[in-house]
């Protein structure tokens, strides 16, 4: 029998505020232990929760980019359980008014346009971080009560690919809108993964395995991989799978059942007293939507059709915000934006990693690049000599136009001068000159090899090869 | 008499009970329960539910950096610190 997955995933996201959700405590990643924190995230008594506004905009921002309604009203509610990275022994999240519900995520997987639901985005708080050592626990602060949005899809994912596509594609819409860096080593973004498997053709869905806490993209895809083929080895021996939560380990590339008894949760979610409900004035959504960005897929689809771009380049530019726009700027008033693009995506890239700069720290400008392109294009300079000048305008930030005539790198298209040049080299190598009259093309190579050495790179390469065949071959 | 699980609900708060104790805060809760039962009898159809006694929404504060506590000051109230963290019994997943 052939067997079929379904995943649904829950994305839990920082958002990038100044402060925390419910106090002035900075939202700020590392410091000392216990040092951004206040009696309110510290969840001491008699302490009252006071909403941060920009963490409601950039929720209802969220809603906005992934296509959500927005309820009229929303409001907070206390999820309770016991656990010492808890401070309250509650949580602040939203249960049954979120503010945002029922939206959808498009995106490109497997060389196909899919769509998946999402059930809704909630905002909610982060807990403490908590570190282990022999005998004890010891729980560090700053973290909690920083901003949370806990972003749920609808079981509609039917890969592994898939769902690595639509983490990628979320991630990049969130750093598009500005929503949070979803800087990964950091924390910033981590997922629960559920995870059912059904013979093809079932309607119902199979029992779900729920893996909590994944915090690479790389340990999701390993743990679904492993997940998936585990449940089918399962159901293929004629066993049967239980719902239960399962945890990944990724030294050993395992999942391992958590005890499904003892984690049987009844979290009593009540209102939140604390908090008064959120009914927003149809002024301040406007307000909002003024904010909603370009998406990347109508961006990729927009360079692929303005700018010619093929796929592979475009997916690269657009996954990275900055030198997408970094790439716009130079391409604006170019007649070779694929030349552009190519500039940026080789040279440029590469530079940076090497000397680890982002492209805030670049002193090659946009309009460098536009200028590099068209010293080429108008037969200035050879794309030889332009690697040579992008390096050196990578380095000192100087115009394109200035290094070429400050090292005298233009090309050479003179005839006389490549007459000499030519000249020169069929003298010095007769045996050349001979093999490529028997028909040898590759000793013309040769010869070109060296006029341009000769030219030291400047002389114009089309021209080269032109002048030495009538001299060779009409003598 | 409405029944309830006192061992369970005991169990969500973390505390233990005696024998004794169950029956007597069993009997009790019991009348809590009846008597919060009463507002069955009433008819709320087309009524919202109220979370809040106070008419008041949209209570919210800027995005603003206030001073945090000391390491120190964090700490004080703590029954045990270790390294800056607050101790607490070794948790096992």
């Known amino acids: 029998m052939e067997y079929e997955i379904v995943i649904g995933l829950e994305t839990h996201v920082q958002l990038k505020t100044r402060s925390k959700m419910w106090c002035g405590c900075v939202n700020q990643f590392g410091g000392e232990p216990n040092t951004h924190v206040c009696p309110v995230c510290l969840g001491f008594p008699g302490v009252l929760p006071v909403a941060n506004e920009e963490a409601l905009r950039l929720t209802v921002l969220t809603g906005m980019l992934l296509n959500c309604g927005l309820p009229k009203r929303a409001k907070f509610d206390r999820k309770n359980y016991f656990y010492p990275d808890a401070s309250k022994n509650y949580q602040i999240t939203q249960y049954d008014l979120p503010s945002t519900l029922k939206g959808c995520v498009e995106f490109e997987s497997e060389n196909k346009t899919c769509r998946v639901g999402i059930t809704r985005a909630h905002l909610e708080e982060d807990v403490g971080k908590s570190s282990h050592f022999d005998r004890v626990s010891g729980v560090d602060f700053n973290r909690a009560g920083v901003p949370l949005l806990e972003i749920v899809s609808e079981p509609e994912i039917t890969s592994v690919q898939m769902a690595s596509d639509y983490l990628n594609e979320l991630k990049t819409i969130l750093i598009y809108g500005g929503i949070s ?113 370009e998406l990347p897929l109508a961006r990729k689809r927009r360079y692929m059709k303005d700018y010619g771009l093929p796929p592979k380049d ?82 000192s930030g100087k115009s394109p136009q200035g290094i070429v005539e400050e090292k005298g790198l233009a090309q050479v298209s003179d005839s006389s001068t490549i007459d000499a040049f030519c000249d020169e080299v069929i003298k010095a190598n007769p045996k050349s000159v001979e093999d490529f009259q028997a028909g040898k093309q590759n000793a013309l190579n040769f010869l070109k090899g060296q006029v341009m050495r000769l030219s ?20 | 008499m409405q029944e309830i699980n006192v061992q369970y609900v005991a169990e969500l708060a973390r505390i233990r009970l005696t024998e004794e104790e169950e029956t007597r805060f069993g009997g009790q809760l019991s009348q809590i329960l009846e008597y919060v039962d009463k507002l069955n009898q009433l008819d709320v159809e087309g009524i919202d539910p109220m979370t809040h006694a106070v008419p008041l929404v949209n209570v919210t504060r800027k995005d603003e950096v206030q001073p945090s506590l000391s390491n120190e000051l964090a700490l004080k109230n703590a029954p045990a610190s270790l390294n800056g963290l607050f101790k607490v019994p070794k948790i096992v997943e």
């Open chain 1, 314 to 395: 475009t997916e690269t530019l657009v996954s990275n915000p900055s030198l997408a726009g970094y790439f716009e700027k130079a391409a604006e008033h170019s007649k070779k934006p694929k030349a552009v693009a190519n500039l940026i995506l080789n040279n440029l890239r590469a530079c940076m990693s090497e000397s680890n700069h982002s492209v805030d720290d670049l002193k090659i400008q946009p309009t460098h690049i536009h200028e590099l392109v068209q010293l080429v294009d108008s037969g200035k300079i050879n794309s030889r000599i332009a690697q040579e000048v992008f390096n050196a305008v990578y380095e």
């Open chain 1, 456 to 475: 030291k790179g400047k002389a114009n390469p089309a021209l080269v090869g032109q002048v030495l065949e009538k001299r060779i071959l009409n003598p």
């Open chain 1, 181 to 293: 860096d979803c800087d990964m080593e950091k924390g910033m973004v981590r997922c629960d993964l559920n995870l059912s498997t059904r013979p093809v053709g079932q309607k119902e869905l199979g029992k779900k395995v729920e893996i909590k806490n994944m915090n690479s993209f790389s340990g999701a895809r390993k743990a679904l991989t492993y997940e998936m083929n585990r449940q089918i080895k399962v159901l293929r021996n004629g066993g049967a799978l239980i719902q239960e939560t399962r945890r990944w380990d990724d030294a050993e590339g395992m999942t391992h059942s958590m005890r499904s008894k003892e984690m049987a949760h009844d979290y009593r979610y009540l209102p939140e007293p604390d908090l008064m409900p959120f009914e927003p004035e149809t002024a301040w959504y406007d307000s909002i939507r003024e904010s909603v960005v």
